[in-house]
């Protein structure tokens, strides 16, 4: 199972060397698959970009995302882009860049979309209870999706530790995706 590590700056910070080392920490205590630079307030956000994914290259992460700005991805080097579930109409424009793009999905109808435009990945969330994200998923939904649906699925929300992990056994999962399990 893919792990996919998501940064937020309430747990890497925003200055360019406490993100850097706060990213390096993190990428030599976990086996990260998957890592996605992931900041919607700081004002340094492309220095910051820049700086993950130079991190990522010399951690030799397998795939390195941006959020949300694919033209950023592109033109930092990154592998892909995380985009919303308000960005399906972005799909194309990121996949003509030659980038892998997933997308965050809350429900069945979202997949189905996401699946008719070759998505390499979805996130499915939240699984588990998440600060500010709504009513969980839960693993019985999850379970539903994935015997649905024939791509990759990517358990997202609530992921802290190892107990939520043990739950997620048994579902035929691509990967999951975390920010504070990997902090």
């Not at 820049?50 to 795939?63: D, G, K, P």
């Not at 579930?85 to 980038?99: M, R, T």
């Not at 809350?106 to 996130?123: C, D, G, L, R, S």
């Not at 649905?148 to 999962?173: P, Q, R, Y």
């Amino acid at each position: 199972m893919k792990q996919y590590l998501i940064t937020d700056p309430l747990y890497y910070g925003n200055s360019v060397f406490e993100f850097k080392e706060k990213l390096s920490i993190a990428l030599e205590k976990n086996q990260v698959d998957i890592a996605c630079f992931r900041d919607k307030t700081s004002k340094n956000f492309k220095e910051l970009a820049r700086t993950f994914v130079q991190t990522c290259q010399e951690y030799n992460i397998e795939t390195i995302l941006i959020n949300e700005d694919y033209l950023l991805a592109k033109e930092l080097g990154a592998s892909g882009v995380h985009l919303t579930s308000e960005q399906f109409n972005k799909i194309q424009e990121a996949k003509d860049l030659d980038l892998f793009v997933i997308i965050s999905c809350h429900t069945i109808f979202e997949i189905e979309k996401a699946q008719k435009k070759y998505v390499n990945a979805v996130t499915f969330s939240p699984i588990f209870l998440t600060p500010n994200k709504g009513e969980p998923k839960g693993v019985g939904k999850l379970k539903e999706v994935t015997s649905i649906f024939d791509m990759n699925i990517i358990a997202l929300g609530g992921i802290i530790s190892e107990t939520e992990l043990k739950k997620l056994k048994g579902v035929n999962l691509y990967g999951f995706a975390s920010i504070r399990y990997f902090t």
